[in-house]
């Protein structure tokens, strides 16, 4: 105990010491719509997908170093996605790496159904390729739709160390309240208020998008999150009081992205990948942190050092910047910091 005080001293007395502290959120890594950013590290080589922009389904980024990005002008990583979709609204991308090598994107698109109001919605599928930067090939049906509760968004991939496949996102509850615009905050401000629940769906390990099993959930929102969660992102860290032997982080944001609330969050769990999970106190990101509007979108990846989010340029969701960041979790207090 005397040793680890010693040790937390120290460290601060050198962080007085040092004229200037490294910041843990970069600057924009380039002056471009780049929303929803997803990314993924093969080797000594970095590659950023985002949201569909400038008339790609899914624009890409590169980087050697995390820090330094290159905007890869008019490449689609998808160039077509898959028969269950009209080909619009291509949202919040997602690649992992399959322990065959296998490179899969996970993506969400309007789909030709509408959600059960009538509403146009979003189901979520995948497409491969042998490289990271693809362009990716959609494989398979939609994964999942959930056209009952308005659809289903903002997947992300997620390995398990027991080499079980998953794929965590969001039932998209506030495309229940479409066409009725009086109900504010993105469709879902007013009664009856809809659940969007966060939800976890295993897949086949071979290659990353045949269903196993039914979806659990995982989180949903309360009050203090506002009309929504969405855009998960988990990742898992070695905790020997933990159940499994591990501490589970689900990172999400809160709130509407069209406004000053929304943020990104996380919650944790000490009983497996299914939960039960506890949100933090606080979030992890919010207005005016850094200098920051509407931080959100944020994407961990493996043993959650870096993360990559966007944020609005000013105070207009027109334009969401990418910025990168590194994070310290303290899995003896559950917290995470950045």
């Given at each position: 105990m005397l040793r680890s005080y010693l040790s937390v001293l120290g460290l601060a007395l050198l962080a007085?010491?040092?004229?200037?502290?490294?910041?843990?959120?970069?600057?924009?890594?380039?002056?471009?719509?780049?929303?929803?950013?997803?990314?993924?590290?093969?080797?000594?080589?970095?590659?950023?997908?985002?949201t569909t922009n400038a008339g790609l389904h899914v624009p890409m980024a590169t980087s050697p170093d995390f820090n330094t990005w290159t905007l890869k002008s008019g490449y689609d990583a998808l160039p077509k996605v898959g028969a269950w979709s009209t080909g619009n609204a291509v949202w919040a991308p997602d690649v992992v790496q399959l322990a065959n090598g296998l490179y899969i994107m996970y993506y969400s698109a309007e789909s030709t159904a509408k959600a059960a109001n009538g509403a146009s919605a979003h189901c979520f599928g995948a497409a491969s390729s042998t490289v990271p930067q693809g362009p990716y090939t959609p494989v398979g049906d939609a994964i999942q739709c959930h056209l009952d509760q308005g659809g289903a968004i903002d997947p992300a991939g997620f390995q398990d160390s027991n080499g079980r496949q998953y794929i965590v996102y969001k039932i998209?509850?506030?495309?229940?309240?479409a066409f009725h615009f009086y109900l504010g905050n993105c469709n879902n401000g007013v009664a009856p208020i809809h659940s969007t629940?966060?939800?976890l769906q295993e897949v086949d390990p071979s290659n990353g998008w045949s269903r196993?099993?039914?979806p659990v959930q995982i989180l949903d929102r309360s009050d203090a999150d506002g009309p929504l969660v969405e855009a998960p992102s988990l990742t898992h860290v070695a905790d020997s009081a933990a159940a499994g032997g591990y501490l589970y982080i689900l990172f999400f944001s809160s709130n509407?992205?069209?406004?000053?609330?929304?943020?990104?969050s996380y919650a944790t769990s000490v009983n497996g990948v299914a939960g039960p999970y506890t949100k933090s106190s606080a979030p992890l990101l919010v207005t005016g942190t850094d200098g920051l509007y509407s931080p959100g979108g944020l994407d961990v990846g493996p043993g959650g050092a870096k993360v990559m989010f966007h944020a609005d340029q000013s105070t207009s969701a027109d334009v969401r910047l990418t910025r990168t960041g590194?994070?310290?979790?303290?899995?003896g207090g559950r917290t995470v910091s950045i």
């Open positions: 007085a010491a040092s004229p200037v502290a490294k910041r843990s959120i970069s600057s924009p890594i380039f002056n471009t719509n780049f929303p929803d950013p997803a990314w993924i590290q093969v080797g000594s080589q970095y590659y950023a997908f985002s998209d509850g506030n495309n229940m309240g629940p966060i939800m196993i099993g039914n509407c992205y069209a406004g000053g609330l929304y943020d990104s590194a994070i310290t979790i303290n899995v």
